[in-house]
């Protein structure tokens, strides 16, 4: 096998550009967002859109109202965020051939979408506002009605750069929350893993999860590590999840522990037996809706505004996606350029901003997770009428 050659997976006539950005890249000692990629390694869906990941298995998603009892949801609700991970984290490389860097949202930016009713799983519907720019926050919710589920949380991104890889820490949480058939409710603090991209040498950047991230709720504490090639099975995306009574319910008795590979599939170690997740089916995309009276697409609805930066890229037409993407972040600066001096800021749509989130802390105790307090953004339930239908 011949020995890979830096930026050999780049464009001829890009390399100039791509090894100007890895040192941009090598020099900043803080956060890497506000670096301009060249246009060959974006993406051409705004980072507006990547909540939808969290439901491109909307059956998995519709069995957690289908459970019956506390351990049964855990282990639903575990299995349907490990099997989201797949879609959030790696079939980018497989549609495009590497990992691409996401358009960075505009303030105010919007998206709708929608899964149908299939075998009765209920319909899906998903709303998303970019609720910040600097620094880039995206909030979310995710409701099936008829399963009784509501996710509701915010993201975002600090990156830097170390040993060759960009490190990107998430940064916010997801609370579920599921209305049971007696009418209470059982609220679940889902957190985020920390992300590596490699492969930047060769120009073919891929994610690789790490450290861990949290389950807590419905009695049960659930902590997901995430390791790469050689840890628990000697294969990439490898994770361990171990699931266990909330403290005075049982403990490590009835612990149970599942492994695998999080972008195939993994199966219980302990506590059950057999497989547990299997993501080699294909995933189901998101159906963009139109969040205005009429139906149609508004101004600030992603996949308009970043129509024609979209289409270059997957064009290949670089030009003409740098000229509409500096277009369209120029007008941005001047619209807050604008607020500043009028002494305004721009009104959100669908959020309200809170300061400590009362579930996150709660919850957070039980896994001791830190920090102890973190800030959300409380969903007003103002669906579009497109969605509410």
């Not at 289908?66 to 989201?84: C, G, N, P, Q, Y």
């Not at 959030?88 to 979408?113: C, D, I, V, W």
């Not at 993201?155 to 170390?162: L, V, Y």
Request: net charge negative; hydrophobic share 35%.
């Amino acid at each position: 096998m011949s020995e890979q050659v830096a930026g050999e997976a780049v464009p001829v006539a890009q390399r100039g550009s791509w090894t100007s950005f890895l040192k941009s890249i090598a020099s900043m000692s803080g956060d890497l967002s506000s670096l301009t990629a060249p246009s060959f390694i974006l993406s051409p869906t705004s980072l507006t859109e990547f909540p939808a990941y969290w439901c491109e298995r909307p059956e998995l998603f519709a069995e957690i109202g289908d459970a019956t009892t506390e351990e049964a949801r855990s282990l639903a609700v575990l299995k349907w965020f490990i099997s989201t991970l797949k879609g959030q984290y790696t079939s980018r490389n497989e549609s495009m051939g590497s990992e691409k860097k996401p358009l960075n949202p505009a303030l105010g930016e919007l998206f709708y979408g929608t899964w149908p009713d299939v075998n009765g799983r209920g319909k899906t519907n998903l709303l998303v506002e970019q609720v910040s720019h600097h620094p880039p926050i995206t909030a979310y919710v995710i409701e099936n009605v008829s399963k009784g589920l509501k996710l509701v949380g915010h993201n975002a991104q600090k990156t830097s750069f170390s040993g060759g890889s960009i490190i990107v820490k998430q940064i916010g949480h997801a609370v579920l929350t599921v209305k049971l058939p007696s009418g209470s409710e059982e609220q679940y603090l889902l957190t985020l893993p920390r992300l590596r991209i490699d492969g930047l040498w060769y120009g073919a950047p891929y994610i690789e999860l790490s450290d861990h991230s949290y389950i807590v709720g419905g009695g049960f504490v659930g902590v997901i590590d995430y390791k790469g090639k050689g840890y628990f099975s000697g294969k990439s995306h490898s994770f361990k999840a171990t699931l266990t009574p909330q403290p005075g319910m049982g403990g490590a008795k009835h612990e149970i522990i599942i492994e695998g590979q999080w972008n195939a599939n993994s199966h219980f170690v302990t506590g059950g037996s057999g497989p547990f997740h299997d993501v080699s089916t294909p995933k189901e995309e998101v159906h963009a809706v139109g969040g205005e009276a009429s139906g149609e697409m508004g101004e600030m609805e992603t996949r308009k505004l970043w129509l024609l930066v979209s289409k270059g890229i997957r064009e290949s037409d670089f030009e003409t996606a740098s000229r509409e993407k500096s277009r369209i972040e120029n007008e941005m600066r001047e619209r807050r350029k604008h607020e500043t001096e009028k002494g305004t800021a721009w009104a959100l749509k669908h959020f309200t901003p809170l300061a400590s989130d009362p579930v996150y802390e709660q919850l957070g105790k039980l896994a001791k997770i830190a920090p102890p307090t973190e800030d959300a953004y409380v969903f007003r339930d103002n669906w579009p009428e497109s969605l509410r239908a």
